[in-house]
């Protein structure tokens, strides 16, 4: 009922067409990641998911935000099926959340930048997907350009405008035998970056 | 005084026509789609089904509104400035700092304008957009302090505003007016008419018999030939429907041919403004539900001076 109704009003404010251009949806166990620049971008991503997909496919979250408000955490707990993570001041590792569902056999959606950016093109990416991609080499990583939600949503802002947004699903890629930390983040930011 | 109950039965004549139009078009679409081999024939073909689909979707909104009245077709004219500038400003590169801006042309502006149209104060609703929002929207922008293409981004969303909300509004806007013993809605079944039929006769007439383009840069599929044919029979079914109107014949033939004029040059333009932004069709952003400027172009250019014409001379 409340994910119906969340999925109406993005449709209504923003469309939020989930393009697949490299890939076609499937419930294999895949990482999504995405550039990031606006609160809406988790539930555009999730609401880009074939219906059936959308339970397995877990966005991970900042506790800061979505775990905060009793909204938010509603919201992210029951309808998103979030991971939520401390990204801050958390002496344990902040990926255990992350390996604990994917070892469960859930997909995850990431943003790599780790924070909300105002540009277009993505800032460079955080390692935490470079380890991931080490430790579970089966799972696809699928890159996503998420168009136009900095202008409907940006930084700083208090409600959605609505402007048109898109969700373009790239070709998988997976860590190359050899490859070092730094060029494996760079060719996964490259690779979102093509589909803009 | 013309006894109005007197025509009602005609209006039902007049429905019948256009329904029974309508499945003829949508008869003729669906075998054409089978008939045709080549690829421009294939897009003619698809171009020309969307609009019979959107017919069909404006006649039962006009039936509807008909019914309920003038609330629902305020509702849903608003919804059509919505999706118009949502569109608009989807293709248009604003900046995020625009946010404050954009947010009040949708929420403040969008519903402002219709419900002025509601209370009825025509004064204001003329003014409201050019004169308050071209005010305030940079007004808005500026306190972020970003100057880059000031001048541009602020006229773009202003441009937006005006086509989508302000042109758009003219439409309802026939409602207002004040005709004695004559519906204004008719006026309103009468703008729509001729707009939609002149765009797709041009068409036809065009992919038929059209040899000169009048702007090949602009929009390749208008023609001269296209243009003359497709806008005189237009004015033809436009002089044909003076009855339901408070037009003589010959006024209502020149109310159709400025309505043809002015929505063949607002055709044109937004195809320029749309060039200009890389793209093809308004709805390609959004695959699969997009294209309400496309429909809308002419009425845009058309709403606004139609509404003034009968104004000045027909209202009390």
Redesign the interface.
């Known amino acids: 009922m409340i994910a119906a109704i969340i999925i109406g009003l993005t449709r209504f404010l923003v469309?939020g067409?989930g393009?697949w251009l490299g890939c076609s949806p499937s419930a294999r166990q895949r990482i999504y990641f995405a550039n990031h620049s606006s609160h809406l971008d988790t539930i555009i991503l999730w609401a880009a998911m074939p219906p059936d997909l959308r339970r397995r496919v877990r966005p991970v979250a900042a506790a800061d935000y979505w775990g905060k408000g009793r909204l938010q955490r509603y919201i992210a707990l029951k309808v998103l099926n979030a991971v939520l993570v401390e990204r801050k001041g958390g002496s344990a590792n902040p990926l255990v959340p992350l390996q604990d569902s994917l070892r469960a056999g859930d997909s995850l959606i990431i943003f790599p930048e780790g924070t909300r950016g105002?540009e277009r093109l993505p800032d460079s990416f955080k390692g935490g997907l470079y380890h991931l991609a080490h430790e579970f080499p089966e799972v696809e990583l699928v890159p996503v350009f998420l168009d136009?939600l900095?202008?409907a949503f940006?930084?700083g802002?208090l409600?959605p405008?609505?402007?048109?947004c898109?969700a373009r699903f790239g070709a998988p890629m997976a860590l190359a035998e050899g490859e070092t930390r730094p060029q494996f983040l760079e060719r996964a930011r490259a690779a979102v970056e093509a589909l803009a | 005084m013309i006894d109005l109950p007197a025509i009602e039965p005609m209006m039902l004549w007049l429905y019948a026509g256009v329904l029974g139009l309508l499945v003829v078009a949508s008869l003729t679409g669906f075998i054409l789609a089978r008939r045709v081999t080549t690829d421009s024939g294939h897009e003619t073909v698809r171009n020309l089904n969307s609009r019979i689909k959107a017919w069909w979707v404006m006649v039962l909104v006009f039936a509807l509104a008909f019914v309920v009245g003038k609330g629902l077709t305020l509702v849903l004219f608003a919804l059509v400035s919505?999706y118009c500038?949502?569109?608009f400003?989807?293709l248009t590169p604003?900046?995020?700092?625009?946010?404050?801006a954009?947010?009040a042309a949708?929420?403040v502006f969008i519903p402002l304008q219709y419900w002025l149209l509601w209370i009825d104060w025509p004064a204001m609703l003329t003014i409201l957009i050019p004169v308050y929002a071209f005010l305030l929207l940079p007004v808005l922008s500026v306190l972020w302090g970003v100057t880059d293409d000031f001048l541009a981004r602020t006229a773009k969303i202003q441009w937006g505003l005006m086509l989508a909300v302000f042109c758009v509004s003219h439409a309802p806007a026939l409602l207002l007016l004040d005709l004695g013993p004559h519906k204004p809605i008719y006026l309103l079944l009468f703008l729509i008419t001729v707009v939609q039929l002149s765009d797709v006769l041009q068409y036809t007439v065009g992919k038929l018999f059209g040899r000169t383009r009048i702007a090949p840069h602009v929009s390749p599929s208008k023609t001269v030939e296209g243009f003359v044919g497709g806008g005189l029979l237009a004015v033809l079914v436009g002089t044909g429907l003076w009855w339901i109107t408070p037009f003589s014949p010959l006024a209502a033939a020149a109310m159709a041919a400025a309505i043809v004029l002015a929505g063949f040059f607002g055709g044109l333009v937004l195809s320029a403004v749309k060039r200009s932004l890389g793209a093809k069709d308004w709805g390609a952003?959004?695959?699969?539900?997009?294209g309400a400027l496309d429909r809308m172009d002419s009425v845009t250019f058309a709403a606004p001076l139609f509404y003034h014409l009968v104004n000045y001379f027909f209202a009390r």
């Open positions: 469309g067409t393009l105002l136009n900095r202008r940006p930084k802002s409600v405008v609505p402007i048109s898109i | 919505f500038l949502r569109e400003l989807s604003t900046h995020p700092r625009d946010h404050a954009i947010a949708f929420y952003m959004i695959e699969g539900h997009g």
